[in-house]
Structure formats: structure tokens, C-alpha cells
């Protein structure tokens, strides 16, 4: 017989211990993101009180401004829990807004009509780049770095100037308020709260949204679990598309033009709003909820470099860089303490 | 006795490669609610076999009849359906999801395509309990230690048709060497586990290069020998040795000579001396010295220091203390270019990610070292070459004799000779074996503790790390008890030292 490996050991199979549980729950990235949310807007009321920063439609304009970020972000999230990621999402975001604004403007058709198709050309546009990713086997950076190119050029073979909205439909669309406690939101707003909603639905009440997890978890894994790994990481990236297009309607919307050069880079804010979330770039961990703090947190730093004043914009893109740098190595610290 | 219809029944079973005949005419049956063990050396077929049965490799000739019924898969999600389900060696889980969900996912329990999460996890805590496990089912699985995966991923199997009541359940369990990374009483846990699925009528075959571990828990055995059928018997008609004949088809004295045969070796000067070499977090300052033809084992359990230890006189880890001076002349060891270069070669334990690389070929994997002796702007003639990789394919008779052949193919026994042959081409003046016989056949072991002593002979100093006590006691001049990150003792091999004497060092971690 062997005689090997008689390791002294904690009570084996019992409970992990209680420290151990709170460091591997996974949901303590999102509550350090909330927590920072909160802290961060405490420091704006604290500053800004006398500007009118304690203002509900201060909070609010948080949502209104970013409706389009989140969408993208949400979309972002499913991507990267299934351990993937997605380059194309400010260029189909751009698309989108010029192919509404061209649908709209230039051939007259009406937003019935306009809004599935161009929801439609962004989910097939997500359903060609999963399907290379999953049958050719490439890596999605690669892929959907081609579809970034692809997309952003395609901007320009609708037209090289940007294209203004004057439709009276759409602008009263953009105009509409939806009174909530004594401020406002716009419809966009309501539309990507409704998108986060469904997509915590989604991710944690149906069996597709488990798989999402479970591939992320490890691939090879769900395969062997006899789970259809294929269908869903090509759906994962339909799904991406759509939120993408999605994101480029209520972008149009907020901006009210189409233009080759909108969005340029967005895929980035929306990677670093699911990152701050607390989902881990590996995959199989983290929360659409924590992808709304990522947005918020994200948009406060916007809003409290305008009510400084003195600051160039430039700092957002520093503060956000920073806090990426800090969310990265914190779960990376946490990572390697699960491990162990 | 009267014997049941067997569940299982494969007749007369082929499997072609390009080639090769991997499996020619076997027969194979299992009985509900037995434990039937499936036994030959690496290459004899038995992981084809399985592939076969699973539906990862299609039949080239034979029949396979599940409960009376003629059946062919074509995919393990088939088999899986119409009841065999396999545990592999690797935890096929998500490290991710609550070991609830790992039991069940891809058949939640759904309402109106809701996830019903309170049935799910009542239903998971229930077949937990049911099948005897004190296991926490909401917890991560990344929680749990390896063992306890390993043991959800069998309640995952058994599960499998029960939440919607699609299916009938688990009829045929495989289990393909769960054992070989749990300790002992980890073993007996997946054991109870095992004995529990039986009394509930499932046919378990279970593959194992324990061959005691065969004994404990196993009623009937099948023998495997290229692809042949040897034998089945019952596992009490058959001790050890006449299994281990059957297996390998030749008598098994050679090891016990090859023991009596090192006890009366001698061996020659100093090769190499490492003083006070340490490394914090590593392994505490420690001196050894290493002659000449001399077969150093060390001994201590996983996590002792032992790979820590041969990592420093490799160079791949950085000694923070002391010097090592290898043939008079002391060495920086700063990197692994200069042990190599001073005669070292170190075959890790870990073969698969940090020796070879499974997409090149048997050549190219064994004329790696060299070559990078050379640099790569000299290139090894191409008759010098294939000469050399002839040679010790022949020597260390690794199968297939191709070295074309993808070393990712081959068996793991087999992999074990393609490393040893890159390190033997060079030939080093000290050669580190850490763990080569970890996962290998017991014929194939045999072989490769064969060629340690016949190395040790020719003068080459090995430096051999095994977790099995009795293989260091073999094949060792000296021995170097470890403990603790600490090397405690270093013992002059005897007839005098046994198991009991080594593990009596490593307990009470002093010299004696």
C-alpha cells in the first residue's frame, strides 16, 4: 500500500469556514462597487451642496445620460461571463445611429419600422461573429475586433457627413418625461432600466442564463456536461449585437444625428463599467447588477468633474483608468485567496 | 451462484486507428449492482474501450447491448442518456456555480422556463444526503477540496433523469482513475460512495492503477493485454501476483532484484554539493551531497519540499542562500541554462504542462534538449538525428516506435519515456526525476525504476522523487527524509530501513 499523503487537514467536507465564505462570496465585488458609488456621491453632496448636486434630477440625469452606456454594458456582461469579449459594440452602436438617422431621414420610413430593423441588423451582425468564434474556433477578440473595422466602416458607406434628425416623431420620443419622484426620466432611461431588468432575469432565472455562467466557468467543463456550449456562446454574442443596436436607437435618440463617428470607443466604457461591476474578465463571475454600479459610478465621475468646473474632461479618463488599475488588482487579490 | 442478466454486454469489440488495432474481439459484460474493475497496463486498451462504450470513438466491429437491447452511440450525451455516465479523472465541473447547481445543471428543475431554485437545491440537498455526503449544496464548488468535486461530480452523474423524471437514471457508472490525486481517506469516502451506488443495483466499472485499491472495493475484473482479452475473474480468485501477471504477462521478481541489487552497489566520487541552499518560502537551507552513480530518493509528503528541493538544484527556482558546486567548480544556478550546462536535467512532475509539448512529435519532443544545448544555429545533422531518437525509442521501447507519432496520442507510461529520453540524449551527469511513475502503469514502472538502476550503473547520479515509499526505498543509496519545508535526515539505505523506519523520521522530523 501506499503510504503517502496522511495530511493533517481541516475536518474534511465540512463547511468552509466563515472568513473563507466571505472572501469567495462573490458578491463582494458588487457591494465594493456600491459602496464606492455611495461614498463618492456623498463626497458630491458634501461639495457641491450649494450647486444644486442634492438635486433629484441630478441623481437621475445619472440614468438618463448613460441609458445607452448601460445597454452596451449589459450586453458586454454576458459576453464576459461566458469568459469572452466583444470589440464591435461602439461601432455597431455608430451603425446604428446612422442607419436609423439614414432609414428616417433620407428614405422617410417611419420608427415602427426603423427601430426592428436596425435591432435586427445588430443581432445578426452579434450572430455572424458568434458563429465564426464558435465554428472556426477564433478567439472573439480577434473576431469581433474584425467586426469593430467591419461596422465602423460600414458608417461610411451610408454617407461620409453625419446625418441630423429633424423627424418630428423621434424628436418628440426624445423630448418625452416620465415623472418619478419628483424628477424626471427619459425613455431611454426607463428602456435601459427595463434591459437591466430583464437580463438579471435572464442570467439567474433561466436555463440559458446558468449556461452562460457555466461556460465561463470553464468551457471544456460545460461541454463535457452535455450542455449545447455552441448555441449558447453564439447566442451570448446575438444577444451582445442586439444590446449593442439597442444602445446605438437610444444613442440617436440622446444625440438626435447619425454620424460616422459616434460611439467611437464606447466598447471600451462599456468593458471597464462590467470591470468595476465586479465581473471578472475570466469569466463566470459577477452580476448585471454590479454592471449598473460600473455605469453609475462611471457617470458620477463625469458629473462631479462638471460641477468642479476647473477640470478638463481629459480627468474622467483618468479616474476611470485608475479605478480600472484598482478594481483589476482587487480581483485579482481576491482570485488568487479563493484559490488558495 | 446464478448469475443476473448482465446490464451490459459488448461482444466481440474492434477499434481500428490508422495502423494500429487497439481493440480486437473483446468481450466485455457487467452485472447490476457490482463493482467491476477494468485492469491492463497503459496501451492495452482499456481508455479505448471506454470511448468506445461512451460514444466517443464509433465501433469498427462488435456488438453493445444495454439492457437486452442492441445500442450504438454516437456522442457521450447519447450514452449519457440511455444511462452510462462517466467521471473522469480531471473534475469536469464548474468551479464557479453552487455545488447544487453543478449537480443539476442543463436539467433544472423549470417552471415556465423559471429556474425553480428552492426544488433545485431541496432536490440537491436530498440526493446528497441520500447517497450518504455531509456536503454543504449551496456553497461554491470551488469551496471544496478536489476530493469532495470529485465525489459531486459522481452525484451529478447518478442524478442525471431524475429532476424532470426524463429517464430512467444511472444504470452504468464509469469511473476512469478518480483516485489517483485523493488521499486515503478520501478514498474510502468515494469507496462508501461507490459501495452505497451498488446496493442501490448500479453496475459500476471502475479503472484504477491501484491495484490494492482493486481488492478493497471490486467483486469482479477484467484483464486487458494489446488490445486483447485476458481474462475475467472473479477479484477473489485471483491474488495479486497472478493479476499482475496476467496484466503485464511476465513474472514480477525483477523488482525485488533490482532492490537487493542497489543495497550492494557501489558508488563513485563526489558529483555535486549544495551548502546551506535555501529559499525563503521554498525550503529551509539544507546540505547534500550527490556522488557519482548514486541513486538519492527523497521521501516526505506532498507539499514536504521535495519538488521545491530539486527545483533549486535545477536553477528554476533561485536559491536566496548558499552554493552549489557541481564538479568542483561552483555553479550560479540563476537560471536553468546553467544546470544544464553543467550537467543537470530535470524531468518535472508535472509532464504534461512543463516537460513536453503534446503537438510536437516523439522526435521533436526528445531532440529538444539538445538541440538547445547547441543553440539554435546549429542544427543536429538529420542522420545524427534519427539515429539518436531510434536509439532511445528502442532503448526505453516506446510505443507506438514512431516518432512521427503526436506525443499529445500517446499513453501516459509512454509520455513519461519520451521526457526521460530528451534528458537521457544529453547525457546529463545528474538526472532529477520528480514523480516518473505518478499516473504510469505498474508494467511501465517497472521499466522506468529498471532503467534508474541501470543509469546509476553506467554513473549518471539520479536524484528520485516518488510519492510511493517503498519504490524510494528500492531504488535509493541514500535517502533524504523531508518535513516541513525542511530536509530533517538523510539515511544510508539498508536492509535495516523500511516504510515504518521513514515514516517514523518524517513524524518526529529528527535525525535518528
Given at each position: ?75 458586454a456582461t454576458f459576453v464576459i461571463l461566458s469568459g469572452g469579449i466583444d470589440l464591435s459594440v461602439g461601432s455597431v452602436i455608430g451603425f446604428t445611429t446612422m ?242 | ?318 536559491p536566496d542562500t548558499g552554493k552549489v558546486t557541481i564538479g568542483g567548480k561552483q555553479v550560479s544556478m540563476s537560471a536553468p541554462n546553467d544546470a544544464i550546462a ?171
Amino acid at each position: 500500500m501506499t503510504t503517502t499523503t496522511q495530511q493533517p487537514k481541516a475536518p474534511s467536507n465540512g463547511t468552509p469556514s466563515r472568513a473563507a465564505r466571505v472572501l469567495a462570496d462573490r458578491r463582494l465585488p458588487v457591494l465594493v462597487t456600491a459602496g464606492l458609488f455611495l461614498v463618492m456621491y456623498a463626497i458630491g453632496l458634501s461639495r457641491y451642496q450649494n450647486y444644486g448636486f442634492a438635486e433629484t434630477q441630478v441623481f437621475l440625469n445619472l440614468f438618463i445620460d448613460n441609458s445607452y452606456l448601460l445597454v452596451a454594458a449589459v450586453g458586454a456582461t454576458f459576453v464576459i461571463l461566458s469568459g469572452g469579449i466583444d470589440l464591435s459594440v461602439g461601432s455597431v452602436i455608430g451603425f446604428t445611429t446612422m442607419l436609423t438617422a439614414w432609414l428616417v431621414e433620407k428614405q422617410g420610413l417611419p420608427l415602427v419600422i426603423v427601430i426592428p430593423i436596425a435591432l435586427g441588423v445588430g443581432a445578426f451582425g452579434g450572430y455572424l461573429m458568434g458563429y465564426v468564434i464558435q465554428n472556426f474556433e477564433i478567439q472573439p477578440f480577434i473576431v469581433t475586433l474584425a467586426g469593430l473595422f467591419l461596422f465602423r466602416g460600414l458608417c461610411l458607406v451610408i454617407s461620409k457627413e453625419s446625418i441630423s434628425i429633424t423627424d418630428s416623431s423621434v424628436s418628440s420620443m426624445a423630448q418625452a418625461q416620465v415623472s418619478v419622484g419628483g424628477g424626471f426620466l427619459s425613455i431611454g432611461a426607463i428602456v435601459s432600466l427595463v434591459v437591466l431588468a430583464a437580463a438579471f432575469y435572464v442570467l439567474h432565472y433561466t436555463r440559458f442564463g446558468r449556461r452562460v455562467y457555466a461556460i465561463g466557468g470553464n468551457e471544456q467543463s460545460a461541454l463535457l456536461m452535455g450542455l449545447p456550449q455552441g448555441g449558447t456562446k453564439i447566442a451570448v454574442y446575438t444577444m451582445s449585437g442586439f444590446c449593442s443596436a439597442l444602445a446605438g436607437l437610444l444613442f440617436t435618440l440622446y444625440i438626435q444625428s447619425g454620424d460616422p463617428l459616434h460611439a467611437t470607443g464606447l466598447e471600451l466604457d462599456a468593458i471597464a463599467a462590467v470591470v468595476i461591476g465586479g465581473t471578472l474578465l475570466t469569466g463566470g463571475s459577477g452580476y448585471v447588477v454590479g454592471t449598473l454600479f460600473g455605469v453609475l459610478v462611471l457617470g458620477l465621475i463625469k458629473s462631479l468633474i462638471q460641477f468642479e468646473g476647473t477640470l478638463s474632461s481629459w480627468w474622467t479618463k483618468i479616474a476611470t483608468g485608475v479605478l480600472l488599475c484598482a478594481f483589476i488588482l482587487i480581483q485579482r487579490t481576491m482570485t488568487a485567496r479563493r484559490k488558495t | 451462484m446464478a448469475e443476473p442478466l448482465p446490464v451490459l454486454e459488448m461482444t466481440g469489440i474492434v477499434k481500428e486507428f490508422p495502423g494500429v488495432r487497439a481493440l480486437s474481439g473483446v468481450d466485455f459484460r457487467l452485472f447490476p449492482g457490482e463493482i467491476h474493475a477494468l485492469l491492463g497496463e497503459n496501451g492495452a486498451g482499456k481508455s479505448t474501450l471506454i470511448k468506445v462504450l461512451t460514444g466517443v470513438y464509433s465501433l469498427d466491429g462488435g456488438t453493445v447491448t444495454l439492457n437486452g437491447t442492441s445500442v450504438r452511440f454516437h456522442s457521450p450525451s447519447q450514452a449519457q442518456q440511455a444511462g452510462i455516465s462517466t467521471v473522469y479523472q480531471e473534475v469536469n465541473l464548474c468551479p464557479n456555480l453552487s455545488v447544487a447547481e453543478n449537480i443539476f445543471i442543463g436539467r433544472e428543475p423549470t417552471r415556465f422556463g423559471r429556474i425553480q431554485w428552492k426544488r433545485l437545491r431541496r432536490e440537491a440537498a436530498e440526493l446528497v444526503d441520500r447517497l450518504g455526503l455531509d456536503i454543504d449544496v449551496e456553497a461554491p464548488l470551488s469551496s471544496y477540496p478536489l476530493a469532495v468535486q470529485q465525489l459531486v461530480a459522481i452525484v451529478r452523474s447518478v442524478g442525471t433523469g431524475d429532476a424532470d423524471g426524463q429517464g430512467a437514471g444511472t444504470k452504468v457508472l464509469i469511473l476512469d482513475e478518480p483516485t489517483s490525486s485523493l488521499d486515503r481517506d478520501e478514498v474510502l469516502e468515494l469507496f462508501a460512495l461507490m459501495r452505497r451506488l451498488k446496493g442501490e443495483g448500479v453496475a459500476i466499472l471502475f479503472v484504477s492503477h491501484f491495484l490494492d485499491q482493486i481488492y478493497e472495493v471490486c467483486d469482479r475484473m477484467t484483464v486487458l493485454r494489446n488490445g486483447t482479452l485476458v481474462g475475467e475473474h472473479m477479484v477473489r480468485d485471483l491474488d495479486q501476483v497472478g493479476l499482475v501477471q496476467l496484466m503485464i504477462g511476465k513474472a514480477l521478481d525483477q523488482l525485488e532484484e533490482l532492490h537487493d541489487h542497489q543495497l550492494h552497489a557501489d558508488v563513485g566520487e563526489s558529483l555535486l554539493k549544495a551548502d546551506g541552499v535555501g529559499r525563503t518560502g521554498g525550503i529551509a537551507p539544507f546540505d547534500l551531497e550527490i556522488k557519482k552513480g548514486e541513486v538519492i530518493g527523497l521521501a516526505g509528503l506532498l507539499g514536504s519540499g521535495r519538488t521545491e528541493l530539486a527545483r533549486l538544484l535545477f536553477g528554476a527556482d533561485q536559491p536566496d542562500t548558499g552554493k552549489v558546486t557541481i564538479g568542483g567548480k561552483q555553479v550560479s544556478m540563476s537560471a536553468p541554462n546553467d544546470a544544464i550546462a553543467a550537467g543537470v536535467a530535470f524531468c518535472s512532475e508535472n509532464r504534461k504542462t512543463e516537460g513536453l509539448v503534446p503537438d510536437l512529435t516523439v522526435r521533436e519532443n526528445i531532440i529538444l534538449a539538445l538541440q538547445a544545448t547547441r543553440g539554435w544555429t546549429r542544427p543536429i545533422p538529420v542522420a545524427q538525428r534519427d539515429e539518436l531518437v531510434a536509439k532511445y525509442i528502442k532503448a526505453l521501447d516506446i510505443r507506438p516506435a514512431n516518432p512521427e507519432a503526436r506525443v499529445g496520442q500517446l499513453s501516459g507510461g509512454n509520455q513519461q519515456k519520451v521526457l526521460l529520453a530528451r534528458w537521457l540524449i544529453t547525457r546529463p551527469k545528474l538526472l532529477i526525476l520528480d514523480e516518473p511513475t505518478r499516473g504510469i502503469d505498474i508494467g511501465a514502472k517497472a521499466e522506468i525504476q529498471k532503467l534508474v538502476v541501470s543509469l546509476s550503473e553506467e554513473g549518471m547520479a539520479v536524484l528520485y522523487i516518488a510519492a510511493e515509499l517503498e519504490e524510494v526505498l528500492r531504488l535509493s543509496h541514500t535517502i533524504g527524509v523531508l518535513r516541513d519545508r525542511k530536509l530533517v535526515a538523510q539515511l544510508a539505505n539498508g536492509p535495516e530501513i523500511t516504510p515504518t523506519r521513514i515514516l517514523e523520521t518524517i513524524a518526529s522530523g529528527e535525525h535518528q
